[in-house]
């Protein structure tokens, strides 16, 4: 039993010929990349020419540590001025980007106002002495809290100018440095000093310029900056902002840097200040104890009439001196913490403390520092914002923490304090126990002196440490350190040339393919034959024949070398392999040929008459008979006229004969004789099954070789199918580009229910320059028209 199934496994050189048929389908329509590709490119040409650029300018600094207290601690000497901390990258970022820092730059820079020279196609920014003149806008309500349009500036002479308002269509001239009202609008227009061009060639250049208020202004360049660390653990910030003119980015970032570090400083000198107070009023009170002790010992030698103190008495008294000093020591530590305390607990809630004042206690130190950044801290946001704020809120629970903390370091440190004096006391005592036998007037004095000794040395303590509170809040330390000036990159970051043309390329190339993949996608016409094969594979292809071009003859003659003329030959030679007689002892030779079709437009006429044609130039006497009796197309190719006699006149007139219906030498020097259909019968069907139809068939045959009958379409009239019996070759016509591929499976039908006797497959219309074209079957140098092919048409 023979096998039908198809083999569907897919080899590599079935997928990589599928491939390059994809390829091939698309560059078939080169042309229109091209086109879309120059059309692209050429609108990415045009929008880099004449769109702004925009650069990008950049900053970094490097936020220094924490200066704002002074440790110095100790009677003896301080450790160095400055206390290094942590530094919070977060906080100074919120400071830098704040409104209250670029409301500052703002009015440095005079960013209120924006000016502009025209140009062909677009404008430019301008800045400093790029423009020609300034405008002085008199603030009043019509412009504190709006932006005006953007006015044009004609110069008409060196001191007039026309100014314009295009959305308005104002209009009116001024002269320069002349008070004037623009539409509401209070201001002045002086020639900038410091202008870099020639002021006495600005007529005829356009200029424009607008305002808009501080707070627009400040929104606009606090969304333009970006702050951002250079690293994780980098404590240097990188600055970023982007505009159209160069030097305006960088004179706004340097303005913003200084800014900054001027902020910074003034913050450090408030803490300065605070504590260079505490330490006055301490050395205020300290001076009048230290004049009653001097006072007191100046009294007791005068009275007592005494002398210098003997050497022998200095060696009893040194253990108890080194005694009375760490006395003296814990002494100022308990009296400096506990008057820290009270300023503490008698200041407002939400002052600044006196940092670093000489207390040795390093939590209270670290708590005191805190608890003034967050005073700062508060400070700053309650420029900007009210108590209600959340972040003032929770700034505020945050300070009355610390407040307690400090108060409870405190406790804790007078305590320990406390403790610490009542044991070096009691070692005192013990050895003033050994000091009791020396003179009461010496031992008197001893201890005056000793009194005195204390005072001077806090004395000179807290003198000192007013000088460096003196010096701290003199000193204009930078709390940041410059790492890089505002330096602009010298491309711009837009529009970014490189990727607009790599992007037209590709929408150059996305754009056709995407509409010939919808095309393609929705394009249910056969367009190759593999098409055919998928769909009909048991059923051979006889011919492909390629377009047929309108300019040319529809009926191929003898001498024709055209590709249309080589493919009916094939077919013509096709025809014997397909013959069923062949072999065979038969009382005829003659072959009936029928040619179909499934609907109409599909090229079966001119088939059936060019391989009519064909069949004589090969010396076969051939009968063209035209059996389509509803819609006869043969008369037009022929340029005969329709109302001759033929088929139906013979079907239902008996006394026609064959001899009345045939036309000799239909076409000039071709032996072809054809019967048309003759007239449009009411009842085609009918008349194709009466027996005059097979006796017109049968003397056919007796007469020619070929008998070739173009039939009606088989899926609008059952006509084919009734006469299918006298059929001995059916050619089954389809076109490229026109037949549906949904029209298939009515012909794999037609076939498998043997409606149509030997049934063989001709594809019409096939293009002859594309992928799907008919050299790609039969294309191989043969023909007229392979020799007058283009170069450029290589694809």
Same mark, same amino acid.
């Given at each position: ?44 040409? +045009? ?463 996305? +754009? ?284």
């Amino acid at each position: 039993m023979e096998n039908t199934n198809l083999n569907t496994t897919s080899t590599p050189e079935d997928s990589s010929e599928d491939l390059k048929k994809i390829v091939l389908q698309y560059l078939k329509y080169w042309p229109w990349f091209i086109v879309c590709l120059v059309i692209s490119v050429s609108i990415a040409f +045009i929008f880099l020419r004449y769109s702004t650029n925009i650069y990008q300018t950049n900053a970094q600094i490097k936020i220094l540590k924490d200066q704002s207290g002074l440790d110095l601690s100790g009677l003896s000497g301080g450790s160095p001025l400055i206390d290094m901390s942590k530094v919070n990258l977060e906080n100074e970022r919120s400071v830098l980007k704040s409104r209250r820092i670029a409301s500052k730059v703002v009015d440095n820079l005079d960013l209120t106002s924006s000016y502009y020279k025209s140009g062909s196609f677009k404008s430019s920014e301008i800045w400093k002495n790029e423009k020609p003149f300034k405008v002085e806008w008199i603030v009043n309500d019509s412009i504190y809290d709006t932006s005006t349009p953007q006015y044009t500036v004609i110069f008409e002479t060196l001191n007039k100018f026309e100014i314009k308002n295009p959305e308005t269509s104002y209009s009116d001239t001024y002269t320069v440095g002349e008070p004037m009202n623009v539409e509401g609008y209070p201001l002045v227009l002086n020639f900038n000093p410091d202008y870099n061009g020639d002021i006495t060639k600005l007529e005829g250049i356009n200029f424009s310029f607008s305002f808009r208020s501080v707070s627009q202004a400040v929104s606009s360049l606090t969304n333009q900056i970006s702050i951002e660390p250079l690293g994780d653990r980098s404590e240097i910030l990188n600055i970023s902002i982007k505009g159209q003119n160069k030097t305006k980015n960088e004179d706004i970032l340097n303005s913003l840097i200084d800014q900054f570090n001027s902020d910074g400083i003034d913050d450090n000198r408030l803490v300065a200040k605070r504590t260079e107070e505490f330490v006055i009023e301490r050395l205020e009170y300290l001076v009048s104890e230290l004049d009653t002790v001097e006072s007191g010992l100046a009294s007791y030698k005068s009275e007592n009439d005494l002398v210098q103190i003997e050497n022998n008495a200095t060696a009893l008294f040194g253990k108890s001196t080194e005694a009375e000093l760490r006395v003296f020591e814990l002494s100022n530590q308990l009296a400096l913490t506990q008057d820290f305390k009270e300023e503490l607990t008698e200041q407002d809630e939400y002052d600044l403390l006196p940092a670093r004042i000489g207390i040795t206690n390093d939590n209270i130190n670290s708590f005191t520092e805190t608890y003034n950044q967050k005073i700062l801290e508060r400070d700053r946001l309650l420029i900007s914002s009210t108590t209600e704020n959340p972040s003032v809120k929770e700034l505020d629970k945050l300070i009355l923490q610390l407040r307690k903390n400090i108060l409870n370091t405190i406790n804790n440190y007078i305590k320990s304090l406390e403790f610490s004096l009542q044991e070096v006391q009691r070692r005192e005592r013990e050895f003033d126990s050994n000091i009791n036998k020396l003179p009461e007037q010496e031992k008197e004095i001893r201890n005056i002196k000793r009194q005195q000794a204390v005072k001077e040395k806090l004395y000179l303590f807290l003198l000192q440490k007013r000088e460096e509170a003196a010096l701290s809040f003199a000193i204009t330390a930078p709390i940041i350190k410059v790492v890089d000036y505002a330096y602009t990159q010298p491309a711009p970051v837009s529009p970014k040339s490189q990727i607009i043309l790599l992007s037209s390329l590709v929408i150059g190339l996305v +754009i056709p393919f995407g509409v010939l993949y919808i095309l393609f996608l929705f394009d249910t016409k056969i367009k190759t034959k593999d098409q055919i094969r998928a769909f009909l594979p048991n059923l051979p292809i006889v011919a492909e024949v390629p377009q047929h071009k309108e300019e040319d003859n529809k009926v191929i003659l003898p001498n024709d070398r055209s590709s249309i003329a080589e493919s009916f030959r094939i077919m013509r030679t096709n025809l014997n392999f397909m013959s069923v007689k062949k072999g065979k002892d038969t009382s005829s030779k003659s072959e009936v040929v029928y040619v179909t079709s499934t609907t109409k437009g599909e090229g079966k006429t001119f088939v059936a008459i060019n391989l009519a044609s064909s069949l004589v130039a090969a010396k076969k006497k051939t009968l063209l008979i035209g059996c389509d009796l509803r819609n006869p197309q043969i008369h037009n190719y022929l340029n005969l006229k329709k109302d001759q006699s033929g088929v139906t006149n013979f079907l239902y007139d008996n006394s026609v004969s064959i001899e009345d219906l045939i036309i000799k030498n239909s076409i000039e020097n071709l032996d072809l004789d054809v019967i048309l259909s003759g007239d449009i019968p009411p009842n085609p069907a009918e008349l194709l099954m009466s027996s005059r139809f097979e006796e017109l068939i049968n003397e056919a045959k007796q007469r020619y070789d070929y008998v070739i009958i173009d039939t009606a379409p088989t899926i609008l009239v059952t006509d084919t199918i009734l006469i299918s019996n006298h059929a001995d070759i059916t050619l089954y016509i389809t076109r490229s580009g026109y037949t549906d591929t949904r029209l298939l499976p009515h012909i794999r039908d037609i076939h498998n229910q043997n409606k149509l006797a030997n049934m063989g497959i001709v594809i019409n219309g096939l293009d002859e320059t594309g992928i799907n074209a008919y050299n790609y079957g039969y294309g191989y140098g043969y023909g007229e028209n392979q020799q007058k092919k283009k170069s450029w048409k290589f694809w």
